[in-house]
């Protein structure tokens, strides 16, 4: 069968499972719509049902239509003379007969897997190559001549479908690799869901798409647990979780929680901006204790007694009852907020004790009860008590820190005076990602604020009586007696008819929550007390650990691995290491780990898969005018309808870049606001908001003025070409050999 032949008998092939998404999609929206046509009547157990039906209808959509795109990417041809299609999701037909097998079931990790010299029953592994729906190639990998008879022979060919992914131009987001996934990354992909997993991988190794797909499969693979506890996925930044946001969605999966460590914290919005030194402080594992001293801080004894009245008789709130009311309610072991209702509640018993002293009757029971209730509200006690132990937040709790220093001296002695004072800051400045572990360590200590609590439970219990009598005033207007419908019942209605939150939604608002299995990209960058932050939410410690600690730029990240895991992990984690440079051409590849050893930066073995010749330039002469020059060119060499250039400026150089493009015919190409950056087909990003992305050309302004970090993650962010610009000086390490343009 000729080349023209085999496409043909793909193309059919594709259809026919093309047909079966069609057909699953319109039974699946057609159930769906007549969920919704029933409407909001009856039980509330048949309104669940309803609801939940129609979550379920509605999740199955979203993964039909996120697969769309390379629906059915392979086939295997096996020793038994069976043909196995292999594709995004499984599907099959009403018979039940298998037309297409998920790319995370057993019976495909041969597509990934199978090599010559251990083949896996694997006759042929054929890639198929496609636009939209439409078959435009096959690309064949035998791995048994023997077994292939000459028509099949004939019709091999192709560079492979792994070289034509990576040559082909960027879109602005990331795509999935299910296509082309290779052996080293598909033993990570599956590896078991058990303990912590670190992924180390240089720079196009393809460590991020190894994470996603490996989120994917364990869903697939543990459905049942993960659906009920939900995956994390977290970034280095939001720019970061928009290039991948359509990678799960395009594997079928669409209920996974993305988030930045400054997001971790519900109803904290923590964009403000500070120096790495405060932020290098901020992260380190003794303000832990800093947090826990400060805590403690507001349990406090005081100097004096307080002396007040009631009902004409005098009492004393002492210090010797506050002290041992203290330490009884540190006994429970609970947070502060919840401790400090043991706390007050022994020191009400303490002055009732007191007033019935005075008394030359005996007390009964309700009569105590009454005195309690007294002592509770009388404005004295209060304030007493609330010097004492004071209920707190996380939020005022870490504000004070900053806004008092005194407070700060006074939980922080162990930091010099200097250190002290670059905290300092004024009250309503602004979080910033560097404060949330802080925050959620001293929610972890604080706990609830009960006062809080019995203030929305009063809420609760008005808006319950507003609805009640509501529901009176509907049942009245309406006729609708007869006992059928009591006012009750309607007003229950009204509670419940709030929308239901998916897993991934109830996770996302809840702090507390913990999850089945967590991903950390760029984890390099996580401080001390990001980890402890992180590990909260997975007691199981399932994780998957990916970066690569020579891209370190945080300053208080990791320069080696057993440094960041090992005080929090007890040395209970295994690693993985990528060593293939699927992105960057050897000739840059090359260029950027010569400068990066020569800074001393801690690189892995790395190989590059690809040879671009001519892909390194410098450029040497007035930095903007050579921008321009370089950003023109760049994007000349590019298709007209796809592909991405960046040019990667040091951030105190950065908006003059920008400005010197804005002047130019450049200026269309560039994004309209931060959100399209992705978008544009010329953008302009400082070094470290360009990690985890790639372009297909960069253009690297002042090189030299780079943090060796920064500079190595610059330097491997393209896929084609990379053109330096200076004045005239280069980094250290780089060879002599790039042409000067």
Do not use: C
Request: aromatic letters at 4%; hydrophobic letters at 45%; charged letters at 25%.
């Amino acid at each position: 069968m000729g080349r023209t032949s085999e496409v043909d008998a793909e193309q059919q092939a594709v259809d026919v499972r093309y047909a079966r998404l069609d057909a699953l999609r319109d039974q699946t929206a057609a159930r769906l719509a007549e969920v919704r046509r029933s409407g909001p009547s009856g039980s509330p157990q048949n309104r669940s049902e309803r609801d939940a039906f129609a979550t379920l209808y509605e999740d199955r959509l979203a993964q039909l239509d996120g697969v769309e795109q390379r629906l059915t990417f392979g086939r295997l041809d096996l020793v038994d003379g069976v043909t196995r299609y292999i594709g995004r999701i499984g599907l099959t037909d009403d018979e039940h007969s298998q037309l297409l097998t998920d790319w995370r079931a057993p019976a495909a990790q041969a597509f990934y897997r199978a090599t010559a010299a251990h083949p896996d029953d694997v006759v042929r592994r054929r890639h198929l190559v496609t636009r939209g729906r439409e078959v435009t190639g096959v690309e064949d990998e035998v791995l048994d001549l023997a077994a292939l008879d000459d028509h099949d022979l004939e019709a091999l060919s192709g560079e492979g479908a792994l070289l034509a992914a990576l040559g082909a131009a960027r879109t602005g987001r990331m795509s999935d690799i299910v296509a082309t996934i290779q052996a080293e990354q598909d033993a990570i992909i599956r590896a078991p869901m058990t303990g912590a997993l670190v992924v180390q991988g240089g720079p196009g190794t393809g460590k991020t798409a190894v994470a996603l797909h490996r989120a994917a499969y364990l869903l697939y693979a543990h459905r049942r647990v993960l659906e009920r506890s939900g995956v994390l996925l977290l970034g280095p930044n939001r720019v970061f979780l928009r290039y991948i946001d359509q990678v799960l969605p395009s594997l079928g999966e669409t209920g996974v929680v993305t988030a930045t460590i400054g997001e971790l914290m519900p109803g904290v919005v923590a964009e403000a901006a500070e120096p790495d030194e405060v932020a290098l402080i901020k992260g380190r594992r003794e303000m832990a204790s800093v947090i826990a001293t400060a805590v403690g801080a507001r349990q406090r004894v005081p100097a004096e007694p307080v002396e007040f009245r009631l009902d004409g008789r005098r009492l004393v709130v002492k210090p010797s009852d506050i002290r041992a009311a203290i330490a009884r309610a540190r006994r429970t072991g609970k947070p502060h907020n919840a401790a400090r209702v043991t706390f007050v509640r022994e020191m009400l018993q303490r002055l009732a004790d007191q007033y019935v002293a005075t008394l030359d009757a005996t007390v009964a029971p309700e009569d105590r009860a009454e005195i309690l209730e007294d002592l509770r509200t009388t404005r004295e006690v209060r304030v007493a008590l609330n010097l004492a132990w004071m209920p707190l937040t996380p939020q005022k709790l870490v504000e004070d820190l900053w806004a008092k220093p005194w407070r700060l001296a006074q939980a922080a002695p162990q930091l010099t005076e200097a250190q002290r004072a670059r905290l300092a800051r004024e009250p309503g400045s602004g979080w910033t990602p560097a404060d949330v572990p802080l925050l959620d360590e001293a929610a972890e200590l604080l706990g609830e604020d009960d006062q809080a609590a019995r203030a929305q439970a009063v809420l609760d219990s008005k808006r319950r009586s507003e609805e009640l009598e509501y529901a009176r005033q509907v049942i009245s207007g309406s006729g609708a007696g007869g006992g059928l419908v009591s006012a009750e019942l309607l007003a229950e209605r009204f509670a419940e008819s709030g929308p239901r939150l998916s897993t991934a939604e109830r996770a996302a608002a809840d702090r507390t929550w913990t999850y089945g299995h967590v991903v950390i990209d760029e984890a390099q960058e996580l401080s001390p007390m990001a980890w402890r932050m992180v590990l909260r939410r997975v007691p199981t410690r399932s994780l998957t650990i990916v970066g690569d600690v020579a891209q370190t730029a945080a300053a208080g990240g990791a320069h080696a691995w057993a440094q960041a895991l090992d005080p929090v992990l007890r040395g209970s984690w295994q690693l993985a290491e990528l060593t293939v440079n699927y992105r960057t051409p050897a000739e840059v590849a090359d260029a950027a780990g010569d400068v990066a050893r020569a800074a001393g930066l801690p690189l892995g073995a790395l190989t590059s898969a690809r040879e671009v010749p001519g892909s390194l330039r410098v450029r040497v002469g007035d930095l903007l005018a050579e921008v321009v020059e370089a950003s023109r060119a760049a994007l000349a060499g590019l298709p007209e309808d796809s592909g991405r250039a960046v040019v990667i400026a040091p951030p105190q150089r950065a908006a003059e870049v920008a400005a010197a493009l804005r002047a130019t015919e450049l200026a269309p190409h560039l994004p309209a606001d931060a959100r399209s950056t992705l978008d544009a087909r010329l953008a302009v990003l400082e070094p470290r908001a360009t990690k985890g992305l790639e372009f297909d050309a960069v253009v690297l302004v002042a090189p030299t003025e780079l943090a060796p970090a920064d500079l190595y993650v610059a330097m491997t962010r393209p896929t084609r070409s990379l053109d330096l610009i200076t004045t005239g000086s280069l980094p250290e390490g780089l060879p002599a050999a790039p042409p000067v343009v």
